[in-house]
């Protein structure tokens, strides 16, 4: 009897297996060229406005971005776990694994938008009224900050959706988590999510602090 995780139009769960993980890198392959545009975007305009782009990096809260990397990092070493452990048939202990990842990803978003806040009751926005910066560049540092995080914020949001998918169709049949390359699939996306955070943090909070 054919696995009920095994979907049209393979034939056996490891060719299955091996379409999903290629289709997942093929994909975060365009992801990184979608990045890959914004960050040499913020490398001409940092190269031109240098001084400008220091000053407006020192008005981040590297509180909060220093923060939610550890928040991201440890949910992508929980996540790390729950994959391997569903790999291993482990699956208790998986699907403890991907709800605290979920929950991770969820605290950096609530921290996220405090920040927001924070930021908008700073006016650090390109073009509100009461920008403080002065600095030509600056408006240009703090529209790659909005466009860039909010892009990331939103591969977070649906990698929290995946996560809970995991645990929302394996909650009958823990074997899924086995016989699915969902784990495995879901966890490249989330490690390369947090990834993309780690250059962030460093293009958005470090400038103009060392």
Not at 29 to 37: A, P, Q, R, V
Not at 46 to 64: K, M, P, Q, S, V
Not at 70 to 87: C, I, N, P, T, Y
Request: proline share 4%.
């Amino acid at each position: 009897m054919p696995s009920v995780a095994l979907r049209e139009p393979w034939q056996d769960l490891g060719h299955q297996r091996n379409s999903a993980v290629l289709g997942m890198w093929l994909f975060l392959g365009t992801e990184i060229l979608f990045f890959g545009g914004i960050f040499a975007g913020y490398s001409v305009y940092r190269f031109l406005h240098t001084a400008d782009f220091l000053a407006a990096g020192r008005e981040t809260n590297i509180y909060y971005g220093s923060v939610n990397t550890l928040v991201l990092l440890v949910s992508s070493f929980v996540m790390s776990l729950g994959s391997r452990a569903a790999r291993a048939g482990l699956f208790r202990f998986a699907r403890l694994c991907f709800p605290v990842t979920a929950v991770l990803g969820m605290v950096f978003l609530t921290l996220k938008g405090f920040e927001y806040n924070d930021d908008l009751e700073k006016h650090l926005f390109p073009g509100a009224s009461g920008f403080p910066l002065p600095e030509a560049g600056a408006g240009l540092f703090w529209a790659f900050y909005w466009v860039a995080t909010v892009v990331h914020t939103i591969h977070l949001t649906v990698g929290i959706g995946a996560v809970f998918r995991l645990q929302i169709l394996s909650r009958d049949d823990p074997q899924w988590l086995n016989d699915s390359p969902s784990a495995e699939v879901t966890s490249l996306y989330w490690h390369f999510v947090d990834c993309i955070w780690v250059f962030l943090y460093a293009l958005i909070y470090l400038p103009g602090r060392s």
